[in-house]
């Protein structure tokens, strides 16, 4: 890659992951250029990620993924400390969880979409779909319980943006419950309106 050809960032419009790094790049005045690539991804994806999955970024010489290691990358690209802060450190656990929320989240809604259903004898002892969906109502709850005017004190940080990501996918593809939590509303409803989440809304399923 030439050192001069700036990070790519492909993404597909759709994914609560991919839309946190493109708000994320547009708070932070980051410059990655941005693929837009058809969902479902071509089976060619597979050789840009082996995960097949987006998002993913390109720099000179590495291609970062999963979500919470290109959060990382971007925030180190970042000329000063800016909102949404990150402690890559102090916020990891936090990051960590909401990702796996948006896993599990992501993941029955696409058994769900999928229409997929048992077809025989369930040796696993639980319905996999509503483990799911209980994991995001308790992570919700759990996320509810510490959260202040932010999830983590008084400034806005990416865990605030990656939560926001993940509750406005559920808005838009498959509805769940979450505005009963009033502390996790009010930061959505207060992030929902920040330029950079109004120029990345998913377009309507079809
Ligand atoms: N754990 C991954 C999740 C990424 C993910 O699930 N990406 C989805 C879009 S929301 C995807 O690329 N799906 C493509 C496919 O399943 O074919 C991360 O943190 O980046």
Redesign the pocket.
């Known amino acids: 890659m030439d050192r001069l050809e700036p990070a790519k960032l492909y993404y597909?419009d759709?994914?609560?992951?991919?839309r946190l790094c493109r708000v994320l790049i547009d708070e932070w005045h980051v410059p990655v250029q941005m693929i837009d690539v058809s969902?479902?991804?071509p089976d060619d994806f597979f050789k840009i990620n082996p995960?097949?999955?987006?998002?993913t970024l390109k720099t000179i010489g590495e291609t970062i993924?999963?979500?919470?290691q290109?959060v990382e990358q971007l925030w180190a690209m970042t000329e000063e400390a800016q909102e949404p802060f990150l402690d890559p450190l102090a916020d990891r656990q936090l990051l960590a969880i909401i990702?796996e929320l948006?896993?599990f989240l992501?993941n029955a809604v696409?058994i769900e979409f999928a229409g997929l259903e048992t077809v025989g004898e369930n040796r696993l002892g639980f319905d996999m779909k509503e483990r799911d969906f209980l994991r995001v109502q308790n992570g919700l709850d759990w996320l509810e319980d510490r959260a202040g005017t932010w999830l983590t004190g008084d400034e806005p940080n990416v865990c605030d943006y990656a939560l926001t990501c993940l509750l406005l996918w559920s808005d838009s593809r498959r509805p769940i419950t979450w505005r009963n939590r009033k502390n996790i509303a009010d930061i959505v409803d207060r992030l929902a309106e920040r330029p950079s989440f109004k120029s990345t809304v998913p377009a309507p399923m079809t």
């Open positions: 597909f759709a994914s609560p992951f991919a969902y479902p991804l995960l097949g999955q987006v998002p993924f999963p979500t919470s290109i990702l948006s896993d992501v696409h």
